[in-house]
């Protein structure tokens, strides 16, 4: 059974930093490309930040410089360090697993992050 949990989500002003955990099982992690997602009240579901199994990133250009994405492979897990966040970065933030062979996809719970001025 796939289950991806997300923790580390919570309150912080404007400025401060989070750090979200997304522990993978289930899969095999060192062949799934991992993501983090976000979306806020009333909008879409976006891409923040994604690590291939190779250790490629990718980010939103809203994050740059301010996010990083990285991954744990004895821990099967896969991290979010935020850092000077705003308010525009509240939103609940999804974990997400995409098998590269497979391509199956699979969605963590979610986790809340909110971000007062």
């Known amino acids: 059974q796939v289950q991806l949990v997300e923790s580390g989500g919570g309150l912080v002003q404007a400025g401060g930093s989070l750090r979200l955990s997304c522990a993978a099982s289930?899969?095999?992690?060192?062949?799934?490309?991992m993501t983090w997602y976000r979306q806020a009240p009333g909008e879409s579901r976006e891409l923040v930040a994604q690590?291939?199994?190779?250790?490629?990133?990718n980010y939103a250009d809203s994050v740059k410089g301010r996010f990083t994405i990285s991954r744990d492979y004895a821990k099967d897990t896969v991290y979010l360090q935020m850092n000077s966040l705003k308010p525009d970065d509240t939103a609940v933030y999804y974990c997400?697993?995409?098998?590269?062979?497979?391509?199956?996809?699979?969605w963590g719970q979610g986790t809340h992050v909110t971000v007062s001025s």
């Open positions: 997400n697993a995409r098998d590269v062979l497979t391509k199956r996809h699979s």
């Open positions: 690590i291939t199994s190779g250790g490629s990133t």
């Open positions: 289930g899969i095999n992690f060192n062949f799934n490309t």
